[in-house]
């Protein structure tokens, strides 16, 4: 089973809203991602938790806040967005390079975020 | 900078045409992962290549990585309109004293592939 789900699959929020996006994963990955992409362009980096930790944080505004309840679980805190943060927004997992592993990263289908 | 440089950007052709698709980096990769991705889905991973020669079939797809680990193709043969879709790659990195391997991707290859 290869497979990462996200939740909600859509969601429009007003500027002024607090909304969570949620991922899940059972394969036993220990890092998993967070990514950014707008229309026909590739995914960008946000954030990288390896062994529940935050270990990298792209340089991203402080209204996008991850946290890593458990091995599984990954959520995205969103609060006070803009209408350029509407994007499609990845989440990914991926094995731990102490497990042999080749670094692919499975990613979810994807929460299409609108901003208004 | 992009790291990984990925040609064409944008391909149209007609059912039953080959295509060939280039990534390439000046740097070595430790391995290099193929995805395709459909209008708002999640990149789905085709192929990792890990070993500098390696060619890997996937029905009418085929990848190869360099020798060197710096650029790798994507081959379709006869292709067909449930090809059409975003073709990315993606190089892993290994950082020091990481043990993460980020990935990062190239611009990637729309591709339409008309009946």
């Known amino acids: 089973d290869t497979e990462v789900t996200q939740t909600p699959k859509h969601l429009v929020m007003g500027m002024t809203n607090k909304k969570s996006l949620k991922c899940e994963q059972h394969?036993?990955?220990?890092?998993m991602y967070w990514y950014k992409q707008k229309a026909k362009k590739p995914p960008e980096l946000m954030f990288v938790y390896s062994y529940e930790k935050l270990s990298i944080n792209e340089s991203v505004p402080s209204r996008f806040s991850p946290e890593c309840p458990n091995s599984s679980l990954l959520n995205l805190h969103l609060h006070a967005l803009q209408p350029e943060d509407s994007a499609l927004y990845l989440c990914?997992?991926?094995?731990?390079?102490?497990?042999?592993?080749?670094?692919?990263?499975?990613f979810g289908p994807g929460t299409r975020l609108t901003v208004t | 900078t992009q790291l990984l440089e990925q040609s064409p950007q944008f391909l149209s052709i007609q059912e039953g045409e080959n295509l060939t698709v280039y990534c390439n980096s000046s740097?070595?990769?430790?391995?290099l992962q193929w995805y395709r991705q459909e209008p708002g889905e999640g990149p789905v991973l085709l192929v990792t290549?890990?070993?500098?020669?390696e060619v890997k079939k996937l029905k009418r797809l085929t990848f190869q990585f360099g020798d060197a680990r710096k650029d790798s193709s994507l081959h379709i043969t006869a292709a067909q309109p449930g090809d059409t879709g975003l073709y990315l790659c993606a190089g892993v990195f290994t950082d020091r004293g990481s043990t993460l391997g980020r990935l990062y991707f190239g611009r990637g290859t729309q591709l339409t592939v008309w009946p």
């Open positions: 290549v890990v070993t500098g020669g």
């Open positions: 394969m036993g990955h220990r890092a």
């Open positions: 990914a997992s991926s094995q731990d390079k102490l497990a042999g592993a080749t670094y692919e990263q499975y």
């Open positions: 740097s070595v990769f430790s391995s």
